[in-house]
């Protein structure tokens, strides 16, 4: 059973509005969260990174948060661009081994209409 | 941008041929990474490495194997491919940690 749950599936909005799109997951023990964004046909590229004492975390237009007691994440997105349109996923990493294990979401395909 | 190369970034092949997928990095990482993707799906982890001549299987069971000669190579090998080995290759790095992931391009694998 996949630990990280990403909604919604899809998402088609219209350029110039924001979309916030959802990350739960229930890996234990949490070491820190990932959003890549992963454009068709090419390998993901990290857009923020939070531990377990972060709430919140911007890198540009987007905006993640974290709450690590319901084990929630979201990456908000501002003002949206055409070159927005992508596959966003969320990864979580684990602390229980030396390994640090890493689980993937199946990410949330955005679609940015002019 | 990353300095992880993967080559071909396409391939099309017929049922039985031997294949290698290339994934070159420059960034002096010692964990190397092989993740396969299908359409809509989650990545799922094949092989790693954590240095040379240290290689290991992932979550997802697969006929390919994987060398680690060179710090900075870490090729993967389909000795017959099948129709089922249809997917994408995603090859990664890491270094200081296993929070800082970078990914190729990948190779998009089609076997007729």
């Known amino acids: 059973k996949n630990q990280v749950e990403q909604s919604p599936q899809s998402l088609i909005i219209l350029e110039g509005k924001n979309c916030t799109l959802q990350c739960n997951y229930t890996v234990s023990p949490f070491s820190n969260l990932r959003w890549y964004k992963q454009d068709t046909g090419r390998g993901p590229v990290s857009l923020t990174i939070?531990?377990?004492?972060?709430n919140t975390k911007s890198n540009g237009r987007y905006t993640a948060t974290l709450d690590a007691d319901t084990k929630q994440s979201s990456l908000h997105i501002t003002a949206s661009q055409l070159s927005d349109s992508a596959s966003y996923i969320c990864v979580v990493i684990d602390r229980g081994s030396t390994l640090g294990r890493l689980y993937f979401g199946r990410g949330t395909q955005l679609t940015v209409w002019p | 941008e990353a300095d992880i190369y993967q080559t071909p970034r396409y391939l099309v092949i017929g049922t039985g041929k031997k294949i290698t997928l290339e994934c070159s990095q420059t960034m002096g990482h010692d964990k190397m990474y092989w993740y396969q993707q299908d359409p809509g799906m989650e990545l799922h982890l094949i092989h790693y490495s954590y240095g040379v001549n240290s290689t290991e299987k992932g979550d997802l069971s697969s006929e390919s194997t994987v060398s680690r000669i060179r710090t900075e190579h870490f090729p993967l090998t389909l000795e017959s491919a099948r129709p089922s080995h249809t997917s994408q290759y995603l090859c990664?790095?890491?270094?200081?940690?296993?929070?800082?992931?970078?990914f190729g391009s990948g190779t998009q694998l089609s076997v007729l």
């Open positions: 990664a790095s890491a270094g200081g940690g296993i929070e800082k992931l970078f």
């Open positions: 939070m531990t377990f004492s972060e």
